[in-house]
């Protein structure tokens, strides 16, 4: 099993990025789990899939399980209420907090439920929030690639950086940490390279600007048919070079 989390500043399409991936992975090594970490959750609609129950919800139910009730029995059932399968790829989301309080307990709940549920997967996929909450509190299994998404913008370079040196300051032990940089034009390439290297940002890759995905991104709707893409070949060259150890 491989576990790939994606981060990056709001906007930067990590997202897009992170549905794109567990596409190509449901093609050539399902099932694949992709995660919904992020509040602001999109995920299920780039993928075709809608989250009408997610985990934070499900959270909620233990406050009415009666005494002498397994608490994580409980949410084991509700998780898998949560989790919306699909051809290749399933996918459950986290949502948000529920209610002030500690959230210690309930967060030891979700680790060994989403633990037990990994087991099932090849891959498992995790699109986060800028910051990786669910990563440094250790609700989603440790990490094996870390993506960090940028667009060629100074201001997503720089909070890729943070984010990068967040990551070092949280002892996330990825075997690998890359910077994917998005809607890259050619003519954009080498000041680009440059850039990243006096920022001494040197694991990149690019992904190629691609029109037709941001129409689709603008009209809310699932990025599919888009296998002949520049920016799906990307990204699925990316994965099989980095995750599945493709020449």
């Not at 995660?35 to 999109?42: Q, R, W």
């Not at 299920?44 to 608490?71: Q, W």
């Not at 509190?137 to 998404?149: A, C, E, M, N, P």
């Not at 799906?232 to 980095?242: F, G, K, S």
Request: glycine share 8%; hydrophobic share 45%.
């Amino acid at each position: 099993m491989t576990v790939i989390a994606f981060a990056g500043k709001g906007g930067v399409g990590k997202t897009t990025l992170s549905s794109l991936m567990a596409m190509h992975l449901a093609t050539v090594e399902p099932p694949v789990l992709a995660i919904d970490a992020d509040p602001n959750s999109n995920l299920g609609e780039k993928l075709g899939m809608d989250i009408g129950f997610d985990l934070s919800a499900a959270l909620t139910c233990l406050r009415d399980v009666p005494e002498g009730m397994a608490k994580h029995d409980v949410m084991a059932v509700k998780a898998r209420e949560a989790l919306v399968e699909g051809e290749g790829v399933d996918l459950i989301g986290m949502g948000r907090p529920q209610g002030p309080g500690c959230y210690c307990f309930a967060n030891s709940v979700l680790r060994d439920v989403l633990s037990m549920m990994a087991e099932s997967y090849r891959h498992i996929l995790i699109d986060n929030e800028a910051g990786m909450e669910h990563i440094s509190r250790g609700t989603v299994s440790s990490i094996d690639v870390l993506i960090v998404v940028s667009d060629p913008g100074m201001a997503g370079l720089r909070a890729a950086s943070r984010i990068m040196d967040l990551a070092e300051e949280l002892e996330i032990a990825a075997t690998r940490k890359l910077l994917l940089v998005n809607s890259v034009t050619e003519d954009m390439r080498p000041a680009l390279r440059e850039r990243l290297t006096s920022m001494g940002l040197r694991d990149y890759a690019f992904v190629p600007f691609e029109h037709d995905i941001r129409s689709l991104n603008m009209e809310g709707m699932p990025l599919v048919g888009l296998e002949q893409s520049a920016a799906y070949q990307a990204v699925a060259r990316l994965c099989d070079r980095i995750i599945l150890s493709v020449p």
